[in-house]
């Protein structure tokens, strides 16, 4: 069974759908952490207090030393994966270094496309025809690291930023769980940027 520590700082949607693969039988693992950078996030409240951490930055001096907390409460939950969930602050090269390898974020585009803020405004503001999201291992580079899975859907007429967002986080969710079943059965790594599967090279990503 996988211990998993999730860093969140909103609402937590995709948070509760590994909890809910975990409860379903359909992911081996146990959420051992939340963890975030906002002490109001409603993310926190689905765990039990004893596995939430969280603290504001501006408690901090920098953010070497925020990112120091939270690596040390993250090293305390004795994670094996480690998955950004909506969690929206850049984390420093350091704490990257810290976790490389175990450490994951899902991100609402098709990366290369639309790193960073605002993807699907974005998106429709370039006429994409289709959108999606990514799950993606985690380099300093902001959103930068290998591909490992990625979920596409349709962009329709008339569609807002919020319209898409909906359309791509029903998607994100299944792509996560389908992304976290490969790495816990430790069927999946990436080594010097090449994805690997069953040990051998992947040279695009899985696509759900
Ligand atoms: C998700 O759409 C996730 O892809 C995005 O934030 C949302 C969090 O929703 N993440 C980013 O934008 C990371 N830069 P959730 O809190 O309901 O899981």
Request: proline residues 6%.
């Amino acid at each position: 069974t996988a211990r998993i520590a999730v860093l969140a700082s909103g609402r937590g949607s995709n948070l509760q759908a590994i909890i809910d693969a975990i409860a379903a039988g359909t992911l081996d693992a146990e959420v051992i952490g939340v963890l975030s950078d906002k002490p109001d996030a409603s993310a926190l409240l689905k765990v039990a207090p004893e596995r939430r951490w969280a603290r504001s930055p501006k408690a901090f001096a920098d953010r070497a030393a925020f990112d120091a907390a939270l690596g040390d409460a993250l090293a305390g939950f004795a994670p094996d994966w480690i998955v950004c969930a909506g969690y929206m602050r850049i984390l420093g090269e350091a704490f990257v270094q810290r976790f490389a390898g175990r450490l994951i974020n899902i991100h609402p585009s098709l990366l290369p496309k639309y790193k960073g803020l605002h993807t699907h405004a974005r998106a429709l503001e370039a006429g994409d025809a289709e959108a999606g999201a990514s799950v993606h291992f985690v380099v300093p580079d902001l959103d930068a690291g290998t591909v490992l899975a990625q979920a596409h859907v349709p962009v329709q007429a008339g569609d807002t930023p919020e319209a898409l967002a909906q359309r791509v986080l029903a998607v994100e969710h299944p792509l996560l769980i389908a992304s976290l079943r490969w790495l816990v059965a430790g069927r999946v790594a990436e080594r010097h940027g090449q994805l690997q599967v069953d040990g051998h090279p992947l040279f695009s990503p899985l696509r759900l």
